[in-house]
């Protein structure tokens, strides 16, 4: 029974491994397009302003694998600029949305299957007609467990009543995908989806995480080992 025992630790280690003990990689990045300040589209929870009303942006993403995410950078500036000096941490709400099922284009669902609100770590970027752009980098207070060639649509919203100005979340064209970005007005407002458009800007970090197949594949492999040695 004692190499029963030890290949169930065995099997329990390594299953762990995979799944929460991987090293962080990047998962997916989708860089800025910065040709100009054009490419900027409005994603802030207060700003209002004549011919400016209230605007949410979220764009969809899949990955290969099975993965956690646990970190989410973005790219983007402030319009129009102003005085104050942009602080090093700004507040976000960050939200992961599912496809809505029963739709005939595809769309973020009503309500988020995940979402928190962070400050985002601030680093300028480069200049563009005269605009700082900057990065935004932020660790995810708590992981989101995407699926494999699953659809999502992530959500990146500032937040900071700190801060001046309008955020303007750059895209990542010039390349335009059947099913672009998404916008509204406030949480309570539907998506609209906005065809042949360019995807959003932004990058994930975070670990794979191997299928089922591949993890009974290692419990069996332990087994076996811890077999063969038992028996010398």
């Given at each position: 029974?004692?190499?029963?025992?030890?290949?169930?630790?065995?099997?329990?280690?390594?299953?762990?491994?995979?799944?929460?003990?991987?090293?962080s990689e990047l998962l997916l990045n989708r860089s800025p397009n910065t040709s100009n300040?054009?490419?900027?589209?409005?994603?802030?929870?207060?700003?209002?302003?004549?011919?400016?009303?209230?605007?949410?942006?979220?764009?969809?993403?899949?990955?290969?694998?099975?993965?956690?995410?646990?970190?989410?950078?973005?790219?983007?500036?402030?319009?129009?600029?102003?005085?104050?000096?942009?602080?090093?941490?700004?507040?976000?709400?960050?939200?992961?949305?599912?496809?809505?099922?029963?739709?005939?284009?595809?769309?973020?669902?009503?309500?988020?299957?995940?979402?928190?609100?962070?400050?985002?770590?601030?680093?300028?970027?480069?200049?563009?007609?005269?605009?700082?752009?900057?990065?935004?980098?932020?660790?995810?207070?708590?992981?989101?467990?995407?699926?494999?060639?699953?659809?999502?649509?992530?959500?990146?919203?500032?937040?900071?009543?700190?801060?001046?100005?309008?955020?303007?979340?750059?895209?990542?064209?010039?390349?335009?995908?059947?099913?672009?970005?998404?916008?509204?007005?406030?949480?309570?407002?539907?998506?609209?989806?906005?065809?042949n458009t360019e995807q959003m800007s932004f990058s994930f970090s975070g670990s794979v995480?191997?299928e089922p197949a591949v993890l009974a594949l290692l419990a069996l492999g332990a087994v076996?080992?811890?077999?063969?040695?038992?028996?010398?």
């Amino acid at each position: 029974m004692k190499w029963i025992t030890q290949a169930i630790a065995v099997s329990v280690l390594l299953n762990w491994t995979a799944i929460g003990g991987g090293a962080s990689e990047l998962l997916l990045n989708r860089s800025p397009n910065t040709s100009n300040i054009a490419q900027g589209l409005r994603s802030d929870q207060y700003y209002e302003a004549p011919g400016s009303p209230l605007q949410q942006m979220a764009d969809r993403f899949s990955l290969a694998n099975s993965a956690m995410i646990t970190a989410v950078s973005w790219w983007g500036f402030y319009f129009p600029a102003g005085s104050l000096t942009t602080p090093q941490q700004i507040q976000f709400h960050i939200r992961m949305f599912t496809d809505q099922p029963g739709t005939i284009a595809i769309a973020p669902s009503a309500s988020p299957s995940y979402e928190t609100t962070l400050f985002a770590n601030v680093s300028p970027f480069i200049t563009v007609q005269g605009y700082q752009t900057y990065t935004f980098s932020a660790q995810l207070l708590d992981p989101f467990a995407a699926k494999m060639q699953t659809g999502y649509w992530l959500s990146v919203v500032e937040s900071d009543v700190s801060t001046d100005g309008a955020f303007d979340w750059f895209n990542s064209g010039p390349q335009r995908w059947p099913i672009g970005w998404a916008s509204r007005a406030r949480d309570i407002d539907p998506w609209t989806v906005f065809s042949n458009t360019e995807q959003m800007s932004f990058s994930f970090s975070g670990s794979v995480v191997p299928e089922p197949a591949v993890l009974a594949l290692l419990a069996l492999g332990a087994v076996i080992i811890l077999f063969r040695w038992q028996r010398k």
